[in-house]
């Protein structure tokens, strides 16, 4: 019923940038909360960056200053820009929305990922 896509992910140098996109489709009646989640090999998922439907953002340090959520409400569709990318950066990254579907229902879904690798 309800599916997140992510794209935008790839190879980039160190200091370049990437937009990652992740687009809800299905029956939804909103994406309440969305998120960006990474995971980099030998590491647990962290948290990177999240922002509710009403614009309130939060981010992990690491990516203080260089990455920024933001949504398209009508497309249900959530982003993430990513600038000045270190190595450091690398990894899987996932989407994930609390969404409110067509049975007023809320559910947590999750992306299937994402690679974004930063060479240096």
């Known amino acids: 019923q309800v599916q997140l896509v992510e794209s935008g992910g790839g190879l980039v140098q160190a200091g370049g940038s990437l937009r990652l996109s992740c687009a809800a489709s299905?029956?939804?009646?909103?994406?309440?909360?969305m998120a960006w989640y990474r995971q980099a090999p030998g590491k647990q998922r962290e948290l990177v960056a999240r922002?509710?439907?009403?614009?309130?953002?939060n981010y992990a340090d690491p990516v203080k200053g260089r990455f920024t959520i933001s949504r398209d409400n009508p497309k249900n569709t959530g982003y993430l820009q990513m600038n000045s990318l270190k190595p450091e950066d690398t990894a899987v990254y996932y989407c994930?929305?609390?969404?409110?579907?067509?049975?007023?229902?809320?559910?947590?879904?999750w992306g299937q990922g994402t690679q974004v690798t930063v060479s240096s």
């Open positions: 994930n929305a609390e969404i409110t579907a067509w049975d007023t229902r809320t559910y947590n879904y």
């Open positions: 299905g029956s939804i009646l909103s994406a309440n909360v």
């Open positions: 922002i509710t439907n009403s614009g309130t953002t």
